[in-house]
């Protein structure tokens, strides 16, 4: 069967079960727009294509089903470069088409091109420049088996308009991969599950580490059999948020630079550090040189480049974090120990420091909201819902991750470590996409919100219903909040007094507008928010200058954490005098 | 973690899919992380879809862990073999262009290239171009014997290298990969 590129291009999309892209059409991707009327694939028009990739995200991380966008050659492409490196700092798997001028003339500065492959080529797990029409159901289906196994990552092709409208002969979208440079380990090495189980057996003072890369294997559930089993204290971070229930009793909270005093503490006074799908990222070791100097670890991942890049490690295992820990579940099953009896004293340090230092605010009914208690509500009006929740990026984000208690995984979406504003709108209209019954909640900044508001109009062009919730202190949050603490007090570019009126805003674009300025407000509004059908977005005014607590400050060891209240030290001034 | 009193040069066997692009994909690599590559030499081999890249980089343990592992991350990267601690021969080759205006200089420079194995592959009336292969050292020392008549250009292939023995690791990688494709062929 003799088909054009785009008709081949479509079939393999079929093939591979992709039934929704979202994306922006251009010049040279012109054929495959066309071809597309012809076949039954849901396509969601954004108005930006950086949205196009943050929902594309979003999708990803709510359904685990890898994301496709399909965008033009030159600004088209470039405008995924932002999204690109997020998905690739957060392992999401996503895929990305990008319209590229014809073979002949690239290279020669032609209208609207770009070198994409070469611009992407740091920016993707692998990328892929298609040169013959033939070629094209291989690479698709590379593309898919790449961007979802392994360490999950984003994966472009750029197709240029001669591969996509020349012809050549569909023989069927091929069943099998196999690329001789790709193969991810998948089962834990067993000699070192024996060694991993031997540590856990005999650690007094264990504590359990999770990142994201429990959320994208899907081992929640083993993540909270391991638990159960051996009864050790358990934090996650940012993007492991939802892999144990916030409710189970050895939750400890999140740990990191934002995260509770007793997460940070478990993991400096620890003898046994087991981390698993996680990567040891500045903000959570802090001082690399004062991170664990005292405990072995144990560090479970898919991604062999993850292991030792950063700290030492006892016992590394590569492979998928699910079958890992049902390996090692079985493994430990065998073990017999009074495990609680031999954590008590562990438990009752752990408790002092949860005792002594709580996530807390005040609100005053007469003054003015706290972002921790409207996220706080948010939570409690919410939670019932199971919803899925996205953040930008800043205070808000921190917050909501204190505030926020994600139950399950899958639940709780943010841009970890590019830490990318404006990411949390998309990323949530993405989630609806996949999920169009379900409550899907954005909470947001100021900032954050204003850097990707125009694709509300996707949202009511869709009937997507996100309720989007604006916590709206009139600054760039963390940076003032940064430049009060180590910079004097010397505000510079932090100030938004100057907003749009979201209301008005949400009104233009179709969407409903709802505002919060007195703590009384606060759950009356979010109740009439989830029950309005459609976007809503809600502006909720709040205490302008609250600083988020704990924090620990960039550069510095875990230890050195401080707590509302806490002094500054002197040494943590950065700016001039 | 890493100590730059611990380095030495190591020397890489890297076997990669023979396609445009790769190379630009390994140098981004080696670009983005910062580390320190002396020489890089690519070659097809006996299969024309695989290249050999030939890569000697500067570090102690920690940093080739690093080096090998992102190499190992890159899809198109086959197969990774550090030859440093395996018994290997490594070469260099060198052309070296020197004065030789002073036909005094010039019986001394033709003993020298002598005494090393060199080649004289191209003369004029003011010098001569060399060919020389051997190990670094001794092309250093082969350089340093020069110098004093004037080297006007010298061009290096960066090293080459290959493990001894039937058995080595790089060869065995190439001999099944070579094999599984054969089997492919004929839809073993």
């Known amino acids: ?577 | 973690m890493t100590d730059p009193k611990n380095y030495r040069k190591h020397v890489l066997s890297v076997l990669v899919e023979n396609h445009q692009g790769v190379l630009a994909k390994i140098a981004a690599l080696i670009a983005a992380k910062g580390y320190n590559i002396d020489s890089l030499s690519v070659a097809e081999t006996l299969d024309p879809t695989v290249s050999r890249m030939t890569l000697a980089v500067h570090g102690d343990e920690w940093v080739l862990e690093q080096v090998v592992k992102q190499l190992h991350r890159l899809i198109d990267v086959i197969k990774v073999t550090d030859l440093t601690d395996e018994e290997h021969v490594g070469r260099e080759m060198m052309f070296i262009r020197v004065n030789a205006s002073d036909p005094a200089h010039r019986a001394e420079i033709l003993r020298i290239t002598e005494i090393f194995r060199g080649r004289i592959v191209d003369v004029t009336p003011n010098s001569y171009t060399i060919e020389m292969t051997g190990e670094e050292k001794k092309l250093e020392g082969v350089l340093e014997l020069l110098q004093p008549f004037g080297i006007q250009e010298v061009v290096r292939s960066g090293v080459l290298a290959i493990a001894r023995g039937s058995k080595s690791a790089a060869r065995r990688d190439e001999g099944r990969l070579r094999l599984a494709q054969r089997k492919q062929a004929v839809g073993e």
Not at chain 1, 558 to 564: A, P
Not at chain 1, 566 to 572: Q, R
């Open chain 1, 1 to 577: 069967m003799r088909l054009t590129g785009s008709e081949i291009f479509m079939k393999c999309l079929q093939a591979e079960g992709v039934h929704t892209v979202f994306g922006h059409p251009g010049g040279v991707i012109l054929h495959g727009y066309d071809v597309m009327l012809d076949y039954p694939l849901r396509h969601v028009l954004v108005r930006h294509e950086q949205v196009a990739i943050h929902a594309v995200e979003g999708y990803y991380k709510a359904s685990g089903q890898t994301g496709t966008a399909i965008v033009t050659s030159g600004p088209g492409a470039t405008n995924t470069i932002t999204g690109l490196t997020d998905a690739l700092m957060d392992s999401m798997g996503i895929v990305v088409f990008t319209g590229q001028v014809p073979t002949a003339v690239m290279g020669c500065d032609a209208f609207q091109e770009a070198d994409v492959v070469g611009t992407t080529r740091t920016c993707t797990k692998h990328n892929f420049l298609a040169l013959k029409t033939e070629e094209l159901p291989r690479i698709v289906k590379e593309a898919y088996h790449i961007a979802r196994t392994g360490r999950p990552g984003p994966v472009l092709v750029d197709l240029p308009k001669d591969v996509i409208m020349g012809r050549a002969d569909f023989k069927g979208y091929p069943s099998e991969v196999s690329i001789r440079g790709y193969n991810p380990s998948v089962n834990g090495h067993p000699g070192q599950i024996r060694k991993a189980a031997e540590l856990i057996a005999s650690a007094r003072r264990p504590v359990i580490y999770g990142g994201g890369g429990i959320i994208h294997a899907d081992g929640g559930a083993e993540l909270t059999e391991l638990v159960n089993l051996t009864q050790i204290p358990t934090t996650l971070t940012l993007m492991g948020l939802g892999a144990l229930d916030t409710s189970h009793p050895l939750w400890l909270g999140m740990l990191g630079m934002h995260g509770t005093y007793a997460a940070n503490m478990a993991m400096v006074h620890t003898d046994l550090m087991i981390a698993i799908g996680a990567r040891f990222d500045d903000r959570v070791t802090g001082k690399l040189s004062e991170f664990a100097k005292n405990c072995k670890i144990i560090h479970i991942d898919v991604d062999p480049t993850s292991i030792r890049k950063n700290v030492h490690v006892d016992v590394p295992i590569v492979g998928d974090v699910k079958r890992v820990l049902t390996q090692l579940n079985a493994e430990l099953r065998k073990v017999e120990r009074d495990w609680r009896t031999e954590q008590e004293e562990w438990y009752g340090q752990l408790a002092e420091w949860q005792r002594a230092h709580p996530l807390r605010y005040d609100q005053r009914p007469d003054g003015a909201i706290k972002p921790q208690y409207a996220i706080d509500m948010i939570y409690r009006l919410t939670e019932e819902h199971d919803p899925i929740v996205a953040t930008g990026v800043g205070q808000h984000q921190m917050w909501a991750s204190q505030y926020y208690r994600a139950r399950n995984p899958r639940r709780w979406i943010t841009s970890g470590g590019l830490g990318t504003m404006g990411f949390g709108f998309p990323a949530a209209l993405g989630a609806q996409v996949a999920f169009p019954d379900k409550l899907v909640i954005d909470i947001d900044g100021d900032g954050s919100f204003q850097m990707t508001m125009q694709d509300l109009i996707t949202c009511v062009q869709y009937n997507l219903p996100v309720k989007v919730f604006i916590i709206n202190n009139k600054y760039l949050g963390m940076v003032r909040q940064w430049q009060d603490m180590f910079y004097n007090k010397r505000y510079s570019q932090v100030d938004l007094q100057m907003h749009p009126d979201f209301v008005k805003l949400a009104e233009a674009f179709g969407a409903v507008g709802l505002r919060a300025e007195h703590p009384g407000d606060v759950k009356p509004i979010i109740e009439k928010a989830i029950s309005t059908p459609g976007p809503v977005v809600t502006e909720i005014v709040t205490e302008r200058e609250e600083n988020c607590f704990p924090i620990i400050p960039a550069g510095c060891a875990i230890k050195d954490i401080i707590d509302v209240g806490d002094p500054v030290p002197e040494k943590l001034f950065q700016g001039w005098r």
